[in-house]
């Protein structure tokens, strides 16, 4: 069975401050991770994805996160908050991944991001 | 645009009422899948299916029906609705397909039951 956590339902940083989301993962054999963003009123964009290659992955809009096995964590980050970072971020796991597909998502309880000037 | 195509965006069902989310997709991939958003939650997974053919439960079946009808085509019934299922449904699809890799959202359909 897969899980993920995110630490934090809210996280509120200044503009132009450093962005640090958390999230921590259990799965019993090498995950695939993923972060999505969502805001207001619309679908999941992903930002980036870790599928067992480099260790740290870097994504859109400066976003980037950091695979560490030995901590089970893929957590976010972005060097300088930007007012149009405001949105919801989900963290997401997948284990099943191989042929043709990269299986069910299991996603973590979401993390609203508020960026004030 | 090559993507996910979720209908309708929004629908109000009484309780009782059934109705059908309707997605397709046009980028070959394999897998299709049915999420239900709601606040605090995440994203929960109610039916997918690995390749055209195939569906299994996820991880909150109750309530819902689905149809894998072709490759590109997955719908989400709900026979008789209940005010529990007041919700976002996203569906996505994944695959190996047009532009390399890719697990794709449709844009949600927001659905209350009153």
């Known amino acids: 069975a897969q899980s993920v956590t995110q630490l934090g339902s809210h996280v509120s940083v200044s503009e132009g401050a450093l962005v640090l989301l958390r999230c921590n993962y259990s799965?019993?054999?090498?995950?695939?991770l993923f972060w999505y963003v969502q805001y207001p009123n619309q679908g999941l964009q992903l930002l980036l994805k870790?599928?067992?290659?480099?260790?740290l992955v870097k994504g859109i809009n400066g976003f980037e996160a950091e695979f560490k096995k030995s901590e089970t964590s893929f957590h976010l980050t972005k060097p300088s908050a930007h007012m149009s970072d405001a949105a919801e971020y989900f963290c997401a796991v997948s284990t099943d991944a191989g042929g043709t597909s990269y299986g069910k998502l299991t996603f973590g309880q979401g993390t609203i991001l508020t960026v004030h000037p | 645009n090559a993507g996910v195509t979720q209908t309708p965006k929004f629908q109000v069902l009484k309780t009782g009422q059934s109705m059908t989310l309707q997605c397709a997709q046009d980028?070959?991939?394999?897998?299709m899948y049915w999420y239900r958003q709601d606040p605090g939650m995440g994203l929960r997974l109610i039916y997918y299916?690995?390749?055209?053919?195939?569906?299994d439960k996820g991880e909150v079946p109750n309530g819902y029906n689905v149809s894998r009808l072709n490759k590109r085509e997955f719908s989400l019934r709900l026979e008789s609705a209940a005010p529990s299922q007041t919700s976002v449904y996203f569906c996505?699809?994944?695959?190996?397909?047009?532009?390399?890799?890719?697990?794709?959202f449709g844009s949600g359909t927001r659905l209350t039951v009153v």
């Open positions: 996505a699809s994944s695959g190996h397909g047009t532009g390399g890799w890719g697990y794709t």
């Open positions: 980028m070959n991939h394999n897998s």
């Open positions: 799965s019993s054999v090498p995950p695939y």
């Open positions: 870790y599928t067992s290659a480099a260790t």
């Open positions: 299916s690995a390749s055209e053919g195939t569906t």
